[in-house]
């Protein structure tokens, strides 16, 4: 369900109708002997531990079949290439939580934020994401059983259906930034051997210089904790989208009402 990020790697650009098939069940049984115990799902699990573990530049044909101890030949008697593999995955890692308290409480307010909140633990979980462009998914059970658990908790939002994914859109789009933040700071601290605070001590001198010339009246009046990293900037702008959204949805009512 998540729209992703341009990256090394684009969503559908494998066979899709072989992929569909993959996604839903729907093709032939691999034929020519399988390896006894080799099956898609291990396949697409072991392609989705490397991809966590090694990035997704790691991700190869030869390399899940290492991790499986089988030849590379075998895999293709299961999945076409990399390509459809990658659909497979992406429809793997986005499957829904069965469990309804997952979506809030029941209203639509609950059901974004849960969802947001879920969307980020997702990107920080499976990294890679961010280096997939999906804005051409293949929709798989996973992705369709997502969106349907969302749109029937949003559909009191009254908004028109165009809307409604809109306000996904949105949501999702909000996260990702949020997530790819995240990500490079992480990347920074470990490509640089610098901790955040360490990074900022080392700037610490010339910005007190700069903070004192005059020259940045506004940005010296800040408070102490203004750069707190204890501050938690996701939280706060959810909640302004959330809030911009409650008031759009009651103008929407008031107008409808009259």
Do not use: C
């Amino acid at each position: 369900m998540s729209s992703g990020a341009s990256g090394t790697e684009t969503s559908g650009s494998g066979d899709i109708a072989r992929t569909l098939d993959l996604l839903w069940g729907t093709g032939q049984r691999p034929s020519r002997g399988p390896k006894p115990g080799l099956t898609l799902d291990r396949i697409v699990e072991a392609a989705i531990e490397v991809a966590d573990r090694d990035g997704l530049g790691a991700l190869s044909m030869r390399r899940i079949a290492t991790e499986l101890g089988t030849g590379a030949m075998s895999l293709y008697r299961y999945v076409p290439g990399k390509a459809e593999l990658l659909d497979l995955m992406l429809d793997r890692v986005q499957r829904p939580s069965e469990n309804p308290a997952d979506l809030g409480d029941g209203t639509w307010r609950s059901a974004l934020e849960a969802l947001a909140r879920a969307t980020l633990t997702l990107y920080r979980r499976h990294p890679w994401l961010l280096e997939v462009n999906q804005s051409r998914p293949v929709l798989g059970p996973s992705a369709l059983d997502g969106m349907e658990k969302v749109f029937s908790r949003i559909k009191p939002m009254g908004l028109s259906d165009p809307e409604l994914l809109s306000v996904i859109v949105m949501v999702d789009g909000y996260v990702v930034g949020a997530a790819r933040t995240q990500l490079y700071q992480e990347q920074a601290e470990h490509s640089s051997g610098l901790t955040d605070a360490e990074f900022w001590e080392a700037q610490r001198p010339a910005l007190e210089k700069a903070m004192t010339s005059g020259r940045y009246p506004v940005m010296a009046g800040l408070s102490a904790d203004t750069f707190d990293s204890g501050f938690d900037h996701f939280e706060f702008g959810l909640q302004r989208i959330l809030d911009g959204l409650e008031l759009h949805v009651a103008r929407r009512a008031s107008e409808e009402g009259r």
